[in-house]
């Protein structure tokens, strides 16, 4: 009776390793899920203050917001050095403002998201514009700004992911702001 019991032992740990792998395999699983999880919600709250920080320095320029958007719908990025040096701001009129502001929104951007851009414009739909041609990149001929209507609108594209044949996901944040 002892023979057919030799070797049981020894299955029964086989079994128990095999059962212990698909358990970790599982926790690995989710430890990947929980990373891509938490690095998009870090990417979504990015875009968001980045998003929040165009609307406040509209706010600050209040005299090239006004208008419906006015120096801010669609403003070339240049820097006219109108930066805060500690005891007053450089002379500059706002629409410089808004060209300056832009050209530091825009540094922002591409330090903060993945092949992200951005844009700030009239746009009676908001809720449009992106990866139109499907190059994995968001053109400034694919913003989708009507520049008409009285609301700001402030739009952010960026990488978020890529799918399972290698392209790039791009997501969308757009706020909007009277001004």
Known sequence: ???SQ???TLIEVLIAVVVLSIGLLGLAGLQTTGLHSNHS????TQATLLAYDMTDRM?????GAGSAGGSYNNPTPTDRSCAWDGS???ACTPQQMAEHDAWEWNAAIVQALPQGVGVVCLDSTPEDGGDADSNGAVDSTEYACDNSGSL???KLWWVDEFDSSGSPVIKRFVTVFQP
Do not use: D
Not at 41 to 44: K, Q, S
Not at 59 to 63: D, E, V, Y
């Open 1 to 3: 009776m002892r023979s």
């Open 6 to 8: 030799i070797g049981f």
């Open 41 to 44: 919600a870090n990417l979504r």
């Open 59 to 63: 706010r600050t320029n209040g005299a």
């Open 88 to 90: 007053a701001p450089t």
């Open 152 to 154: 700001s609108v402030v």
